[in-house]
């Protein structure tokens, strides 16, 4: 009987493309493959590390595989282990590698396992520390081109580059990752080929997505361009403002189904924050970037990021960026207490207090419910596609274009509709 191997993921779209590579791997070397923490016998956990509590939960994934099966053997990679490798060193833990190298490091497992598939594993994995602990990769290479992924999801992810330039004052990210590399236009339309004919929509992510192609001669603009021709959603992961112009919106909306769903890194409305982040734009340059997809996309969900806590935001500071929030009107915010991550300028802040934090992060908080709903209610009588995912409680549940939560009872897993919501229910529309 073939070995079960699970791929649990922790973090950004990123690291959902890394595992779905990595399962790919396995899944083609006869193992019975699985995403998350099922049961298994041998897991595989990429962790996060872009604040303290995701890699607290990295490192709490390998002790929650323990009461799962006390006999598995347990490999780590990621951020977290790029991060800190030595916090993984436990009962139990095989291997431990950083970012880079991860479908080599798949096929390494595939191989001290043999399952019973024919897929090639022959790899480039050398161990770099002492046995059964390896050390982190080079992060400087070339892309990874990988061979392919298996589709557990009725999305397909797809990583078009790696890596990040920006190093804002709080972000580990850049030392993690390493600095920007894009993949190929060929590459990239290649793997479309293989999944056109099965998947309905591709969401394309990258660690700064924004950047891509400037290290090729080309742009995100460039990219969507070559895309044009697919017969599929196209969705895009988060974005940096200074990505937002003419040309890269005429892109977009030349694309056979773009979804009109923006994410839009802000991190902060006050422009003292800004600046101390190492953020490169201001709040008026972000409203433009807003007012710009309005122009082309009007019915267009923004969403964000804030950090709400950082060490040198004032009362002041708060008030500006909880003003500025409301003024965009997004339809949703990720809100985060600032999270301090040794190795980053911003480490060296004096942190606020935890009791003012709280208060911050309540307030915000609340706005950003405010503004979920009144996105929500605009979408009420409106004619939307919807992509259904799953089955909960009697609905299928997926996702419009603009990223609203749809319930139905009459749809299918995989199914593109047509629907028109009519009021609001649970985390979305009816």
Not at 190 to 209: A, R, W
Request: aromatic share 10%.
């Amino acid at each position: 009987m073939n070995k079960r191997v699970a791929v649990f993921t922790l973090g950004c779209k990123v690291n959902l493309y890394d595992s779905d590579s990595m399962l790919e791997v396995f899944r083609r070397a006869g193992f019975e493959v699985f995403e998350g923490l099922a049961e298994a016998d041998i897991y595989v956990i990429n962790t996060c590390a872009v604040t303290a509590e995701a890699e607290k939960k990295s490192r709490q994934a390998v002790a929650r595989i323990k009461k799962i099966n006390p006999n598995a053997d347990i490999f780590v990679c990621g951020c977290a282990s790029q991060n800190n490798a030595s916090q993984f060193e436990k009962d139990g833990v095989k291997y431990i590698i950083g970012t880079d190298k991860k479908v080599d490091f798949a096929r390494k497992i595939a191989n001290e396992y043999k399952a019973s598939g024919s897929f090639d594993l022959e790899c480039n994995y050398q161990p770099v520390s002492k046995p059964g602990i390896v050390g982190c990769f080079d992060i400087s290479n070339a892309f990874e081109e990988n061979e392919g992924v298996v589709n557990l999801r009725t999305r397909h992810f797809i990583k078009v580059q790696d890596g990040c330039n920006n190093f804002c004052s709080y972000c580990l990210v850049p030392y993690l990752r390493g600095r920007c590399r894009s993949r190929s236009v060929e590459s990239i339309k290649s793997e479309l080929d293989s999944v056109q004919n099965s998947v309905k929509e591709v969401v394309i992510s990258g660690v700064n997505m924004s950047a891509y192609g400037e290290d090729i001669g080309l742009s995100l603009a460039d990219l969507l361009d070559a895309l044009k021709d697919y017969k599929m959603r196209i969705r895009l992961g988060s974005l940096e403002v200074n990505v937002v112009d003419e040309r890269f919106l005429q892109s977009a909306k030349a694309l056979y189904s773009f979804c009109d769903h923006f994410h839009l890194s802000l991190q902060s409305g006050s422009d003292a924050t800004l600046k101390k982040m190492n953020r490169k734009y201001t709040s008026s340059e972000y409203m433009s970037a807003v007012e710009l997809i309005r122009k082309h996309f009007p019915n267009a969900a923004i969403t964000t990021d804030v950090i709400v806590g950082f060490p040198t935001e004032t009362d002041e500071n708060f008030l500006e960026s909880y003003d500025f929030v409301r003024k965009v009107g997004f339809s949703d915010v990720h809100v985060f207490p600032y999270s301090p991550r040794k190795g980053t300028v911003a480490a060296n802040f004096k942190k606020i207090d935890d009791k003012l934090m709280a208060e911050r992060v309540k307030k915000m908080t609340e706005l950003k419910g405010e503004l979920i709903n009144s996105y929500l209610k605009k979408q009420i009588g409106r004619e939307l596609e919807a992509l259904f995912e799953t089955y909960e409680d009697g609905y299928w549940v997926g996702h419009t274009k603009n990223y609203v939560k749809a319930y139905s009872k009459d749809a299918a897993r995989n199914e593109l509709k047509k629907v028109v919501p009519t009021e609001l229910f649970k985390d979305g529309l009816k």
